[in-house]
């Protein structure tokens, strides 16, 4: 392996699930998806699992996982998300690392994270341990063996942290070109300068820590990674893989890595169809004899280092001055708002550094009372979360490090001590210092953690940090108009997301009513037991019964009586209070001012503003459809009238003429949903408006039809020898062209194109004559062309 080629993806996602819940809320800037995790997955992390190569006809003549041939970051707090969100895409993931170890000589492309993307140097040494242990904890669950490589956030380094790396058995890291201040061949007295980015990045270089440990350092080219992540790189995978192979040195007869770092999400949601680049990249350099493909742990097998570096301290790949992004006003911003203060940065991280140097010592010492090792139970808590508090984790976790017995207020408190150190550490993630104003979800999200922490803290310790957190953000500036200092932002956008049992109940109830799990019991962080005998029907909108909350994170647990009454979404009332008489529910049940019973009977009481964002959505989402079942029915009382106006040539009113068109809309939907067995009235009705300069809700027919070719085609792989599910993709497609209609085949596509196997069967079959596997064969590659894709 003379000569070698690495890339590597940061793939990280910050944590953004309110910490009370466990579950990520509504986010309207990431429209149209619920939130950012969900379209960074859509527009990267899937994508990247099935990337497309495209042959000159602009047909698919390739699919790869891209996760298999790179090197990537396996970050956890993005990871815990795809698992329980998306897990085709995790597993998929998973499986590339798998198949990565059969390329790399048992090597595996993906490598660990700091836990949750805390700026090391900036942390405890306390702190800095648990990172290392948790981000080990969490990849060893998933990938089922240990890393070799550790990547620290935002390549924020210091030695400190890497000698705790080594310790955890860590071999390697990878740092930016400008952080490397010194080399020198290993076994040579005097150093070279290579500070301002000179370092050769051709090879692998041994940093020694102060406790006579040692760890390889991998420094990146900066000019190309810079290429990719800001230039034009990824508009062409030629180019691309141009690039990289261009940069070994000519003449050198020693071995040389090119290797660049990114973020991750750069190949398909910073730059669309970036993951098409980089899959065309891959195979260009994997057809080459005299180039091979790696990841880091196969190359530093192959090829330790010869050479040493010393490393530049407190230096980081995305701040020119260092680590002064997460502390201080260093003028480092997005670039959306140039003009924007960073003053803010300061007075957050000194509130947080206060939260977590006032919870540590207390914390420590509360938990050595409980259990046999601190240090221990703590790094193993990180168990706990991967296994979602279950009964059986928390019970095995008690067994190990409780081992004299435990009773439950110990428990209680031992959970809840636990928490306090798993927000603390939540609640340093970088990116609430990276962006521009402490308005930002990043800045609101570990301002989020900190009152999580803070709350606990006053329920178990019997401290109240609150008030002093809150004082230092009052001299935190904020550029966001309607805010004057970071107070009023904890104010506004902090505490309405704090939410305790009895809110908890509330909410349980309102889902309840309309049959849907309630996001606090979907998480996992709860154990939710609902009894409803007080249940009205749909029309009347209330519900009254008891519920049973346990947090299965702390152990806290209450039973509520509980109340919701829904007549629209601006008139909401929900109850709550302690357990009472069957009698008082039945009371509240019959009578005729439910909202009014509910108000005077209950000693809790919400109400329409009192829902958050993510309660409106989900509601809204329910009752969407009867607004168009509604239009609907009043056009099938008016029909008759309106077809009349239409056979005479009187013009039909504006009213009328919205409600026809939302009728033949509804009869082109119904069609698609059939599966198009008449194409020929899908194209009259079409017709039709279109003469009429009617135009259909597009997004509901290409919801529909995409989802009805999804569905056919996963017809067409379990039943191989079937024709009709691939001549029903081609009828639909048709249908759709007449719009034309933006289809999601993504699925379909990857479906179709591992099909391909079966039809140069079924070929052969049909070229012995036959007459099923002929049809099957013109079926195929009629729907193959409908869906971009090449089957020879």
Request: with cysteine; hydrophobic share 45%.
């Amino acid at each position: 392996m003379k000569r070698a080629v690495c890339i590597h993806g940061h793939f990280y996602q910050p944590p953004r699930e309110n910490p009370w819940l466990g579950e990520v809320g509504v986010q309207r800037s990431a429209a149209p998806y619920h939130d950012w995790n969900e379209r960074v997955t859509a527009e990267c992390y899937a994508p990247n699992t099935a990337a497309r190569i495209l042959d000159p006809d602009g047909l698919i003549e390739d699919i790869v996982n891209t996760y298999s041939r790179i090197s990537f970051t396996a970050a956890p707090t993005l990871f815990a998300w795809l698992a329980r969100h998306r897990p085709e895409v995790y597993g998929a993931i998973l499986d590339a690392d798998r198949e990565s170890r059969d390329r790399y000589g048992g090597y595996g492309s993906a490598i660990a994270c700091c836990y949750n993307h805390v700026i090391m140097p900036l942390a405890t040494p306390r702190d800095k341990r648990a990172q290392i242990a948790w981000g080990i904890r969490d990849f060893v669950s998933r990938f089922g063996r240990e890393p070799e490589g550790m990547w620290l956030s935002e390549t924020a380094v210091d030695l400190e942290s890497l000698d705790l790396m080594a310790a955890a058995g860590i071999r390697y890291t990878i740092l930016a070109p400008h952080q490397a201040a010194g080399v020198r061949a290993i076994g040579e007295e005097g150093w070279t300068d290579v500070s301002g980015g000179r370092v050769e990045t051709k090879m692998p270089y041994l940093c020694r820590l102060p406790s006579g440990r040692s760890i390889a350092v991998f420094f990146y080219d900066g000019a190309i990674a810079r290429d990719v992540a800001f230039g034009d790189l990824l508009f062409d995978g030629r180019r691309f893989a141009g690039r990289l192979i261009g940069a070994f040195s000519r003449g050198r007869d020693r071995p040389e890595l090119v290797h660049i770092a990114t973020d991750g999400e750069t190949y398909g949601h910073h730059r669309e169809f970036g993951e098409m680049a980089l899959a065309y990249c891959l195979r260009a350099i994997e057809a080459r004899r005299d180039i091979r493909l790696t990841v880091y742990g196969e190359y530093l097998a192959a090829h330790p280092p010869t050479h040493e570096a010393l490393v530049r301290e407190e230096t980081s790949w995305s701040c020119a001055h260092g680590i002064e992004r997460w502390r201080g006003e260093c003028g480092c911003h997005s670039g959306t708002h140039p003009g924007w203060s960073q003053a803010w940065r300061c007075p957050l991280r000194e509130a947080i550094a206060m939260v977590r140097d006032a919870l540590a010592p207390r914390s420590e010492e509360a938990i050595a009372a409980l259990v046999r090792d601190p240090a221990e139970a703590r790094d193993a808590a990180a168990g706990l979360v991967l296994g979602r508090w279950s009964d059986e984790s928390v019970a095995a976790f008690f067994s190990r490090h409780a081992p004299g017995g435990i009773d439950a207020e110990g428990r209680w408190r031992a959970l809840s001590l636990l928490e306090i150190e798993r927000q603390a550490m939540l609640m340093q993630a970088s990116c609430g210092w990276f962006f521009d104003d402490i308005t930002e979800p990043g800045s609101v999200q570990v301002m989020r953690h900190a009152k999580r922490a803070m709350d606990l803290a006053r329920q178990v310790l019997g401290i109240d940090l609150e008030p002093a957190f809150i004082e230092i953000l009052r001299r935190a500036p904020v550029n966001e108009p309607g805010y004057a200092t970071g107070a009023d932002v904890y104010d506004a956008l902090v505490l309405p997301a704090a939410v305790d049992l009895p809110r908890i109940a509330g909410g349980i109830a309102l889902y309840a009513l309309f049959g849907l799990e309630h996001p606090a019991a979907a998480s996992g962080l709860y154990d939710v037991a609902g009894d409803w005998p007080y249940r009205l029907n749909a029309k009347e909108r209330r519900i009254l019964g008891t519920v049973r909350v346990r947090s299965r994170a702390t152990g806290e647990e209450a039973l509520f009586d509980a109340a919701a009454v829904f007549d629209g979404l601006d008139r909401v009332v929900l109850g709550v209070r302690e357990p009472g008489s069957g009698e008082a529910l039945e009371a509240v049940r019959e009578s005729t001012d439910p909202a009014g019973a509910v108000s005077g009977t209950f000693s809790r009481v919400y109400t329409a503003p009192d829902l958050s964002e993510e309660e409106r959505w989900a509601i809204a989402r329910e009752i969407a459809p009867g607004i168009g079942d509604a239009v609907s029915r009043v056009y099938l009382e008016a029909a008759a009238l309106i077809g009349v106006l239409d056979d005479l040539g009187i013009p039909v009113p504006g009213a009328a003429a919205r409600l026809l068109a939302h009728a033949r809309a509804e009869r082109l939907l119904a069609m698609i949903n059939e599966g198009c067995p008449d194409s020929g009235r899908f194209f009259a009705l079409a017709g039709e408006m279109q003469a009429g300069s009617i135009e259909p809700e597009l997004a509901a027919l290409v919801e529909a039809a995409s989802r009805r070719i999804t569905r056919a085609l996963r017809a067409a792989a379990a039943r191989p020898d079937d024709p009709a599910p691939l001549e029903e993709v081609s009828r639909i497609v048709g249908c759709a062209k007449v719009f034309p209609l933006p289809l999601a085949l993504w699925e379909s596509q990857n479906i179709c194109v591992g099909m391909r196997g079966h039809y140069a069967e079924m070929r052969e079959r049909a070229g012995r004559g036959d007459r099923g596997a002929k049809r099957w064969t013109e079926a195929f590659g009629r729907a193959a062309a409908c869906l971009g894709v090449r089957v020879t």
